[in-house]
């Protein structure tokens, strides 16, 4: 190609393409597991399919995951271990945890097809063991299953509807089956035949005058090529937490708070760019995940949490994620967890915790903690009456996580800014079809594009209602929507 | 023109255009203040001018405002009535009420050229009385002009920049200075010579192939028309509060808490669009204004806001929009105003507020509400004992404003979403440069398109740090940013 500056916010224009290097069916950017997915159901659909991964390996960001999938409407999993929990009840917890701008369409889509979803993930080699672990886990620390991962049990989603655990973590021991999870389905889309460009970066895409996609421009062994995609082109680049720019335009909030990135470290938005280069459109940009993770020890969860005016904000059993977002919203973001000696614990994702304040008494916190005299003595004195109740008549946490803390000493655990460091990725992305087209300012798709994964505006999409597993979740499913919606694309040469 | 389907969100072709039908040096869309004070600059600056109005007269949605405009750095209103506010501590407030995602160079301008914009505002024959009335007004109901319009006086505010009122307002008796101010600055771009086109709607942009912006095509008397820009485009065509799709599509929080939303009825978010279509991008489109004014009477100011579980969540003196946005933050947006005889009326901006509850004690008031027992007597309780000695250590309201609420009998004002509306309009919109270029994802200018007003996301980007008069002020001054720009522009034909 001619000497050229290219940038994902700028399409390379179809005229301009001289000769194609590559040609194929679909083109994937990004091989995470979106694009994994994508690459998978294109080529069970007969489509020819390149991908293209700037890192050197398969895996993206779902590789540093837990490998949990967000599942319902009575897996075998659920069934095995007695829950009950119809598609219609899976759906109505996902239509809470959507927010104000929940996608219904999309919700219907997921919740109808979570078993046969399921079951594809099998299909693919994904090992799941079929057992259930009780108790509060961010991920499995066993090679069990079934775990509770979001705020199923917690109020006010335990009255939307009926509790049910739904992380299907695949089959690992100890933390960290994502990996398990992208060896399984990268190595499923090599083995179908999908052709794998590694450290190959896409730089734009190509596009006609009226912005249908024809290709991709692509830095291949350091030399620009074009890449025909005769169908589509399917993004599933990831998210943007790794672009300062585009955090400080869309998620200042995000920018502000997070401590560290949850990524490959490649989520630099550049997918979101191109899909804007040919008149996509974004949603919920400000939307992100956030959180300290606080359990275990689970006897944390039976702490209470509370901000600089000594008032608790939240109940503690929901969703650590749902917790962060509310202690994010105090304060200076200052909040502080309370627990007993009965209760107290270093979280063992940060062990490093701060002890803000020890005391035999709560008013001794209190005043170590420079709190309005009294407040704490007051919030820990319904608490505790309430608690030894069953009751939390305040924020209803569930009776099994209720117990009043008083046995001294007393311990205030650092959950501020300067405290605990955050964990962040993006929710926001491109507007698109549950089907994965990407849609234009006046609802329509974009020709020849579509998208999945983060790079999309998915089922996760409002932080308060996030829960572990939605995102590999989403992005498996309808990874393989845009996948199959590329493959039958007839359109003339 | 030959028959084709327009729409804002798709530009029109520079090679399709056969014939230019109408030619000028700068296209205005929107004749509200952004689109008046554009036109008047550029006027001045010697360019012609086309204004293009889809209403049947001018106005937009700052006729209907209170005629305030967010001006200091020492006014001269402001040193009449002995207030000091040097413009490093002008933007002092600015910064703080730009929120996470404050634009500094933004805010530097606004500051640094303050005075002489209110100047401008005089020399175009906006009236100004140059008096000061004391007290908290969400506009004058006298004639006078500067009024505290904002949290200035409120913490956190006041203890980032020393309080100085700023809200200057043109001289009318009563509410709705907005028309006054409209009716001067509309008339004087007429003077100066601006073509105006009345219920002539903009359909879209022309633009060609590498997205600058050469013109427009306008609906002129039923027929679609060419209009050649020769220098440039100003959007100043207003937000998006009357666009429900695209309010679920950035804005759902909004969408769902809107009552009446405040707007001269064509905020229907097409300048957005138009710019979208080009390439520009958007930032803080999940921002937005919202209020339920609940004074005058002052004495309302004296009363709490509590929650459902009978908690205060804000200091009651903050600016109305301020205390509505952590209203509808509350959980299902229930919360109520509490006064006892002493400070009780009925808000003049809604006289037929529901009362909640009365009681001859704050238990009956507690019970009445179905408030967890005890908390409000607590939160009463605490309040009351502070107040009395003239502080308030939880939520900092100022002593001016504390009064123990302890004659009977107790009343409780509905402020829920179902007691009363909330009034709303969108800030969120194009990302700009303070100078006006509309920016695309690159960060780079769209050659030939500018914005300024709500179609542009501006000073105000953060509904918690919102104060009267900042819209009209940063529409008014950037209005004029973009209307320079656009008459500086020199192209070759």
Not at 75 to 83: I, K, P
Request: hydrophobic share 45%; with cysteine; proline share 6%.
């Amino acid at each position: 190609m001619s000497p050229h500056t290219f940038t994902p916010a700028h399409a390379f224009h179809l005229e301009d393409v001289a000769a194609w290097n590559i040609e194929t069916d679909v083109v994937i950017i990004g091989f995470g597991i979106a694009g994994a997915c994508a690459a998978i159901d294109a080529r069970l659909a007969g489509a020819e399919v390149a991908i293209f991964e700037v890192a050197a390996a398969a895996g993206g960001s779902a590789q540093l995951s837990g490998g949990e999938f967000y599942l319902g409407g009575g897996t075998d999993a659920q069934r095995a271990a007695g829950f009950d929990d119809p598609v219609e009840n899976f759906r109505a917890y996902l239509m809470m945890a959507g927010g104000p701008g929940v996608d219904e369409a999309r919700v219907d889509l997921y919740a109808s097809h979570s078993l046969a979803h399921y079951q594809w993930l099998k299909d693919q080699g994904v090992p799941f063991k079929g057992t259930y672990l009780a108790g509060k886990w961010p991920e499995p620390p066993t090679d069990d299953e079934l775990i509770w991962c979001g705020s199923e049990a917690a109020w006010p989603f335990r009255a939307a509807a009926r509790p049910a655990p739904r992380g299907h973590a695949a089959q690992f021991t100890g933390r960290g089956a994502g990996k398990v999870v992208m060896d399984r389905l990268a190595g499923r889309a090599g083995q179908l035949g999908a052709q794998v460009h590694l450290s190959s970066r896409v730089l734009c895409l190509i596009a006609d005058r009226e912005n249908a996609v024809h290709g991709v421009v692509a830095r291949i062994d350091g030399e620009a090529r074009t890449v025909r995609a005769r169908k589509g082109v399917v993004l599933a680049s990831g998210g943007f937490i790794c672009n300062q720019q585009m955090l400080r335009q869309y998620a200042p909030l995000a920018l502000a708070v997070t401590g560290m990135p949850l990524t490959g470290g490649n989520d630099d938005g550049s997918g979101i760019l191109m899909g804007l280069s040919v008149g996509g459109t974004v949603t919920h940009m400000e939307q992100f995940f956030v959180t300290k993770t606080f359990f275990p020890p689970a006897s944390l969860v039976k702490g209470i949490f509370v901000n600089a005016r000594g008032q608790r904000f939240i109940n503690e059993d929901a969703y650590h994620g749902r917790v962060a977002q509310y202690a994010i919203r105090q304060e200076g973001g200052r909040v502080w967890l309370l627990v007993d000696n009965a209760t107290f614990g270093r979280p063992h994702s940060f062990p490093a915790i701060p002890i803000a304040a020890v005391g035999e008494t709560w008013a001794e916190v209190e005043a170590e903690l420079g709190l309005p005299e009294g407040e704490l003595q007051h919030t820990m004195e319904v608490y505790n009456r309430h608690a030894a109740a069953g009751a939390d008549p305040l924020f209803h946490k569930e009776p099994e996580w209720l117990q009043p803390l008083t046995e001294p000493p007393f311990a205030a655990l650092g959950f501020g800014p300067q405290d605990y460091p955050a964990v962040t990725f993006t929710l926001g992305g491109l507007q698109t079809m549950p089907k994965g087209e990407v849609l234009d300012a006046t609802g329509a798709p974009v020709p020849g594009l579509y998208a999945a994964g983060r790079v999309a505006c998915g089922i996760p999409r409002w932080g308060d209602g996030y829960s572990s597993g939605m995102s590999l979740g989403d992005s498996s499913f309808f990874g393989r929507q845009a996948g199959r919606s590329a493959a039958a694309v007839l359109r003339a040469g």
